[in-house]
Protein backbone atom coordinates (compact mmCIF):
# COMPACT_ATOMS: atom_id res chain seq x y z
CA UNK A 1 0.00 0.00 0.00
CA UNK A 2 1.34 3.40 -1.28
CA UNK A 3 0.03 7.05 -0.51
CA UNK A 4 0.30 9.60 -3.30
CA UNK A 5 2.92 12.29 -2.25
CA UNK A 6 1.45 15.43 -1.50
CA UNK A 7 1.90 18.36 -3.89
CA UNK A 8 0.82 21.15 -1.62
CA UNK A 9 3.16 23.49 0.50
CA UNK A 10 0.96 23.38 3.88
CA UNK A 11 2.49 19.66 4.43
CA UNK A 12 4.96 18.12 7.12
CA UNK A 13 5.84 14.53 5.46
CA UNK A 14 7.86 11.81 7.75
CA UNK A 15 9.30 8.70 6.94
CA UNK A 16 10.72 6.46 9.73
CA UNK A 17 10.45 2.63 11.39
CA UNK A 18 8.06 1.86 14.28
CA UNK A 19 5.98 -1.20 15.37
CA UNK A 20 7.84 -3.05 13.38
CA UNK A 21 6.73 -1.11 10.40
CA UNK A 22 7.39 1.35 7.88
CA UNK A 23 5.58 4.70 9.43
CA UNK A 24 4.79 7.31 7.31
CA UNK A 25 3.03 10.60 8.79
CA UNK A 26 1.33 13.76 6.46
CA UNK A 27 0.55 16.12 8.38
CA UNK A 28 -1.59 18.77 7.19
CA UNK A 29 -1.44 22.49 8.95
CA UNK A 30 0.72 21.39 11.63
CA UNK A 31 4.44 22.36 12.06
CA UNK A 32 7.66 20.10 13.26
CA UNK A 33 6.59 20.01 16.64
CA UNK A 34 3.32 18.59 15.75
CA UNK A 35 5.16 15.73 14.08
CA UNK A 36 7.65 15.38 16.78
CA UNK A 37 4.61 15.06 19.30
CA UNK A 38 2.99 12.57 17.19
CA UNK A 39 6.43 10.55 16.81
CA UNK A 40 6.59 10.83 20.26
CA UNK A 41 3.22 9.82 21.02
CA UNK A 42 3.38 6.51 18.47
CA UNK A 43 6.37 5.15 20.33
CA UNK A 44 5.21 5.40 23.43
CA UNK A 45 2.18 3.10 22.15
CA UNK A 46 4.82 0.62 20.93
CA UNK A 47 6.24 0.31 24.28
CA UNK A 48 3.03 -0.43 25.51
CA UNK A 49 1.97 -2.99 23.35
CA UNK A 50 4.83 -4.47 21.60
CA UNK A 51 5.33 -8.44 22.70
CA UNK A 52 8.99 -7.94 21.95
CA UNK A 53 9.50 -6.01 24.52
CA UNK A 54 9.65 -7.46 28.17
CA UNK A 55 8.09 -4.48 30.29
CA UNK A 56 5.05 -4.22 27.94
CA UNK A 57 1.63 -3.81 29.00
CA UNK A 58 1.19 -7.02 26.86
CA UNK A 59 3.97 -9.17 27.77
CA UNK A 60 2.81 -7.81 31.53
CA UNK A 61 -0.48 -9.58 30.82
CA UNK A 62 0.58 -12.52 29.08
CA UNK A 63 3.24 -13.39 32.71
CA UNK A 64 0.41 -12.41 34.70
CA UNK A 65 -0.78 -16.38 35.17
CA UNK A 66 -4.28 -15.29 36.16
CA UNK A 67 -3.80 -12.49 38.04
CA UNK A 68 -5.52 -8.12 37.77
CA UNK A 69 -2.44 -6.78 36.40
CA UNK A 70 -2.28 -2.56 35.88
CA UNK A 71 -2.14 -0.82 32.49
CA UNK A 72 -2.21 2.28 30.88
CA UNK A 73 -5.69 3.29 29.70
CA UNK A 74 -5.13 2.56 25.74
CA UNK A 75 -4.12 -0.57 26.75
CA UNK A 76 -7.94 -1.25 28.42
CA UNK A 77 -9.03 0.27 25.04
CA UNK A 78 -6.97 -2.31 22.96
CA UNK A 79 -8.25 -5.09 24.89
CA UNK A 80 -11.78 -4.00 24.50
CA UNK A 81 -11.09 -3.55 21.17
CA UNK A 82 -9.62 -6.88 20.11
CA UNK A 83 -12.67 -8.62 22.34
CA UNK A 84 -15.34 -6.77 20.11
CA UNK A 85 -13.64 -7.80 16.81
CA UNK A 86 -13.44 -11.57 18.35
CA UNK A 87 -17.34 -11.56 18.42
CA UNK A 88 -18.23 -9.66 15.04
CA UNK A 89 -16.08 -12.32 13.19
CA UNK A 90 -17.67 -15.23 14.87
CA UNK A 91 -13.73 -16.12 16.66
CA UNK A 92 -11.53 -15.85 13.20
CA UNK A 93 -10.44 -12.61 14.06
CA UNK A 94 -8.22 -13.94 17.20
CA UNK A 95 -4.98 -12.38 19.01
CA UNK A 96 -4.85 -15.09 21.36
CA UNK A 97 -2.74 -16.78 18.74
CA UNK A 98 0.62 -15.62 19.86
CA UNK A 99 2.09 -19.38 20.44
CA UNK A 100 1.46 -20.82 16.83
CA UNK A 101 2.55 -17.19 15.56
CA UNK A 102 5.67 -18.06 17.08
CA UNK A 103 5.75 -21.24 16.40
CA UNK A 104 5.21 -20.90 12.81
CA UNK A 105 8.97 -18.83 13.01
CA UNK A 106 8.20 -15.56 13.90
CA UNK A 107 9.74 -15.48 17.14
CA UNK A 108 12.00 -12.11 16.43
CA UNK A 109 10.98 -8.70 15.62
CA UNK A 110 11.08 -7.77 11.94
CA UNK A 111 14.54 -6.02 12.47
CA UNK A 112 15.84 -9.05 14.25
CA UNK A 113 17.07 -6.93 17.50
CA UNK A 114 14.17 -8.40 19.95
CA UNK A 115 13.39 -11.81 20.66
CA UNK A 116 9.23 -12.55 22.10
CA UNK A 117 10.23 -13.04 26.13
CA UNK A 118 10.40 -16.94 26.01
CA UNK A 119 7.85 -17.35 29.37
CA UNK A 120 5.18 -16.76 26.78
CA UNK A 121 5.87 -20.21 25.19
CA UNK A 122 4.75 -21.65 27.82
CA UNK A 123 1.14 -20.22 27.52
CA UNK A 124 -1.62 -22.35 25.72
CA UNK A 125 -1.78 -22.51 21.55
CA UNK A 126 -4.74 -20.95 21.33
CA UNK A 127 -6.47 -19.02 24.75
CA UNK A 128 -9.63 -17.56 25.79
CA UNK A 129 -10.93 -14.15 24.75
CA UNK A 130 -14.56 -14.95 26.92
CA UNK A 131 -12.82 -14.97 30.08
CA UNK A 132 -10.96 -11.78 30.10
CA UNK A 133 -11.77 -8.74 32.88
CA UNK A 134 -11.58 -5.29 32.19
CA UNK A 135 -11.72 -3.24 35.53
CA UNK A 136 -11.85 0.42 34.17
CA UNK A 137 -11.82 1.96 37.94
CA UNK A 138 -8.48 0.26 38.84
CA UNK A 139 -7.49 0.61 34.90
CA UNK A 140 -6.71 -3.61 35.55
CA UNK A 141 -6.68 -6.43 33.19
CA UNK A 142 -6.93 -10.09 33.92
CA UNK A 143 -6.63 -12.76 31.39
CA UNK A 144 -7.46 -16.29 32.12
CA UNK A 145 -4.52 -18.43 32.53
CA UNK A 146 -3.00 -19.68 29.26
CA UNK A 147 -4.00 -17.16 27.09
CA UNK A 148 -1.82 -14.31 25.51
CA UNK A 149 -2.37 -11.51 23.45
CA UNK A 150 -0.70 -10.58 20.93
CA UNK A 151 -0.94 -6.59 19.40
CA UNK A 152 -0.13 -7.53 16.00
CA UNK A 153 -1.59 -5.67 13.08
CA UNK A 154 -4.87 -4.42 14.92
CA UNK A 155 -2.15 -2.37 17.64
CA UNK A 156 -1.20 -0.69 14.59
CA UNK A 157 -5.10 0.23 13.57
CA UNK A 158 -5.74 1.45 16.72
CA UNK A 159 -2.40 3.49 17.05
CA UNK A 160 -3.23 5.52 14.11
CA UNK A 161 -7.00 5.88 15.59
CA UNK A 162 -5.40 7.18 18.75
CA UNK A 163 -3.23 10.46 17.31
CA UNK A 164 -5.60 11.19 14.59
CA UNK A 165 -8.60 11.70 17.74
CA UNK A 166 -5.96 13.73 19.77
CA UNK A 167 -4.11 15.92 16.97
CA UNK A 168 -6.75 16.71 13.94
CA UNK A 169 -8.78 19.81 14.85
CA UNK A 170 -6.02 20.18 18.06
CA UNK A 171 -2.69 20.19 16.83
CA UNK A 172 -3.54 20.02 12.70
CA UNK A 173 -6.21 20.82 10.14
CA UNK A 174 -5.39 16.86 8.57
CA UNK A 175 -3.48 13.83 9.52
CA UNK A 176 -2.55 10.26 7.58
CA UNK A 177 -0.67 7.91 9.36
CA UNK A 178 0.44 4.90 7.75
CA UNK A 179 1.72 2.22 9.54
CA UNK A 180 2.53 -1.06 7.77
CA UNK A 181 -0.43 -2.13 6.42
CA UNK A 182 -2.69 0.32 7.86
CA UNK A 183 -3.79 3.90 6.90
CA UNK A 184 -5.93 6.00 8.97
CA UNK A 185 -6.92 9.85 7.52
CA UNK A 186 -8.71 12.55 9.20
CA UNK A 187 -9.10 16.25 8.49
CA UNK A 188 -8.25 18.18 5.66
CA UNK A 189 -6.25 16.48 2.90
CA UNK A 190 -3.52 17.77 0.96
CA UNK A 191 -5.66 18.12 -1.84
CA UNK A 192 -9.56 18.39 -2.44
CA UNK A 193 -9.74 14.76 -3.90
CA UNK A 194 -9.14 13.67 -0.01
CA UNK A 195 -6.47 11.17 0.19
CA UNK A 196 -5.59 8.74 -2.74
CA UNK A 197 -4.15 5.37 -1.22
CA UNK A 198 -2.96 2.86 -3.82
CA UNK A 199 -3.31 -0.88 -3.55
CA UNK A 200 -0.17 -2.97 -4.15
CA UNK A 201 0.09 -6.67 -5.74
CA UNK A 202 1.60 -8.24 -2.57
CA UNK A 203 4.67 -10.36 -4.30
CA UNK A 204 4.99 -7.67 -7.72
CA UNK A 205 4.39 -4.72 -5.64
CA UNK A 206 2.80 -3.23 -8.81
CA UNK A 207 -0.45 -0.89 -7.99
CA UNK A 208 -3.29 -3.15 -8.59
CA UNK A 209 -5.63 -0.92 -7.21
CA UNK A 210 -6.15 3.09 -6.17
CA UNK A 211 -9.00 4.36 -3.67
CA UNK A 212 -10.38 8.07 -2.78
CA UNK A 213 -10.01 8.09 1.02
CA UNK A 214 -11.40 11.55 2.43
CA UNK A 215 -11.91 9.92 6.82
CA UNK A 216 -11.35 6.49 7.94
CA UNK A 217 -8.89 3.91 7.18
CA UNK A 218 -8.18 1.07 5.10
CA UNK A 219 -6.18 -1.52 5.98
CA UNK A 220 -4.13 -4.61 3.76
CA UNK A 221 -3.13 -7.54 5.45
CA UNK A 222 -0.97 -9.95 3.27
CA UNK A 223 0.14 -13.84 3.64
CA UNK A 224 2.93 -13.40 1.57
CA UNK A 225 4.66 -10.79 3.81
CA UNK A 226 6.28 -12.63 6.32
CA UNK A 227 6.93 -15.91 5.19
CA UNK A 228 8.84 -18.38 7.43
CA UNK A 229 9.88 -22.06 7.25
CA UNK A 230 6.71 -23.37 8.24
CA UNK A 231 4.92 -20.95 6.50
CA UNK A 232 3.50 -17.20 6.94
CA UNK A 233 1.88 -15.36 10.14
CA UNK A 234 -1.24 -15.28 9.55
CA UNK A 235 -2.90 -18.10 11.68
CA UNK A 236 -6.45 -20.01 11.15
CA UNK A 237 -7.48 -20.36 14.73
CA UNK A 238 -9.49 -23.98 13.43
CA UNK A 239 -6.30 -25.34 12.38
CA UNK A 240 -3.38 -23.18 14.36
CA UNK A 241 -1.35 -23.30 11.19
CA UNK A 242 -1.01 -20.71 8.69
CA UNK A 243 -4.21 -19.93 6.96
CA UNK A 244 -4.88 -21.70 3.22
CA UNK A 245 -8.13 -19.74 2.19
CA UNK A 246 -6.43 -18.97 -0.92
CA UNK A 247 -6.30 -15.04 -0.69
CA UNK A 248 -3.17 -13.83 -1.30
CA UNK A 249 -3.89 -10.21 0.45
CA UNK A 250 -7.16 -8.74 1.63
CA UNK A 251 -7.60 -4.94 1.70
CA UNK A 252 -10.92 -3.48 3.93
CA UNK A 253 -11.68 0.08 4.28
CA UNK A 254 -13.55 0.94 7.19
CA UNK A 255 -14.54 3.73 10.02
CA UNK A 256 -11.47 3.14 12.22
CA UNK A 257 -7.81 1.12 11.45
CA UNK A 258 -8.60 -1.38 14.16
CA UNK A 259 -11.87 -2.28 13.06
CA UNK A 260 -10.12 -2.15 9.24
CA UNK A 261 -6.99 -4.03 10.46
CA UNK A 262 -9.48 -7.00 12.22
CA UNK A 263 -11.79 -7.34 9.28
CA UNK A 264 -8.77 -7.79 6.95
CA UNK A 265 -8.04 -11.14 9.14
CA UNK A 266 -11.69 -12.37 8.75
CA UNK A 267 -11.50 -12.18 4.89
CA UNK A 268 -8.16 -13.46 4.91
CA UNK A 269 -8.70 -16.57 7.11
CA UNK A 270 -12.12 -17.83 5.40
CA UNK A 271 -11.81 -16.71 1.92
CA UNK A 272 -13.74 -14.65 -0.73
CA UNK A 273 -17.07 -15.61 0.53
CA UNK A 274 -16.88 -13.15 3.26
CA UNK A 275 -16.52 -10.43 0.82
CA UNK A 276 -20.43 -10.57 0.57
CA UNK A 277 -20.63 -10.75 4.57
CA UNK A 278 -18.87 -7.17 4.54
CA UNK A 279 -20.92 -5.90 1.57
CA UNK A 280 -23.97 -6.36 4.41
CA UNK A 281 -22.11 -4.84 6.73
CA UNK A 282 -21.94 -1.82 4.39
CA UNK A 283 -18.02 -2.37 4.15
CA UNK A 284 -15.94 -1.92 1.15
CA UNK A 285 -13.37 -5.33 0.60
CA UNK A 286 -10.86 -6.59 -1.87
CA UNK A 287 -9.11 -9.86 -1.61
CA UNK A 288 -6.59 -11.03 -4.22
CA UNK A 289 -5.99 -14.67 -4.76
CA UNK A 290 -3.90 -16.60 -7.15
CA UNK A 291 -6.83 -16.41 -9.57
CA UNK A 292 -7.06 -12.74 -9.88
CA UNK A 293 -9.05 -10.23 -7.81
CA UNK A 294 -12.50 -9.88 -6.30
CA UNK A 295 -13.86 -6.94 -4.78
CA UNK A 296 -17.62 -6.26 -3.52
CA UNK A 297 -20.14 -3.54 -4.55
CA UNK A 298 -18.81 -1.08 -1.97
CA UNK A 299 -15.16 -1.50 -3.03
CA UNK A 300 -15.66 -1.03 -6.67
CA UNK A 301 -17.72 2.50 -5.71
CA UNK A 302 -14.98 3.50 -4.28
CA UNK A 303 -12.04 2.97 -6.50
CA UNK A 304 -10.87 5.41 -9.03
CA UNK A 305 -9.08 4.80 -12.33
CA UNK A 306 -5.13 4.49 -11.78
Given at each position: ???????????????????????????????????????????????????????????RLN?????????????????????????????????????????????????????????????????????IEV????????????????????????????????????????????????????????????????????????????????????????????????????????????????????????????????????????????????????????????????????????????
Amino acid sequence: MTITSPTLTNCVVHESRAMGSTLRLVVVGGDDSTLDALIERIEGLERLWSRFLHDSDINRLNRARGHFTRVAPETLRLVETMIAGHRATNGRFDPTLLVPVIEIGYDTSVDGRDATPAVELDLARRGVLAGIEVDHVNSTIRLPIGTALDAGGVGKGLAGDIVVEEFVGHRCLGLLVSLGGDVVVAGEAPESAGWTISILDPTAHHEIDRVHLARGAIATSSTEIRVFERGHHLVDPDTLEATRSGVRSASVVAGSGAWAEMLTKWLVVDGTNRLDDLQRLGIAASAVTHDGISTNDYWTSMAVES
